[in-house]
């Protein structure tokens, strides 16, 4: 099965934890155990914080997550976010991108049981 979801959020610290949750509910709903969905989801919300402006009117945060036969992507893209690759993390694979709008972070998880 293979889907994919967008979200469109203000560039703002104040969406962060609707971002979390979104991202909570995709890594749970591909089959990964609850704790490990919260902790995946904490550790891509920590990377957008990271340089995220305070103040509201910066930009948007676009937020696109793609399941297909194997693996889910999770790309993030926001104008704050730098060109270069964070640390892996719990992903199997991170990829940047620079794109209209801002840099585009490219997070592949293998799904469970794969």
Do not use: C, N, W
């Not at 793609?66 to 990829?95: C, F, Q, Y």
């Amino acid at each position: 099965m293979t889907f994919h979801f967008d979200a469109s959020l203000p560039a703002h610290k104040a969406f962060l934890d609707p971002l979390r949750e979104i991202l909570r509910q995709a890594f749970a709903y591909v089959g990964y155990p609850a704790i490990e969905a919260s902790e995946m989801a904490g550790s891509v919300e920590a990377l957008v914080a990271q340089g995220l402006p305070a103040e509201p009117g910066r930009g948007v945060l676009r937020l696109r997550l793609e399941r297909d036969a194997t693996s889910l992507h999770v790309d993030v893209t926001a104008p704050h976010l730098p060109l270069t690759p964070p640390p892996v993390g719990l992903m199997d694979r991170v990829s940047v991108h620079a794109d209209p709008g801002g840099t585009r972070h490219r997070f592949t998880r293998h799904l469970p049981g794969l």
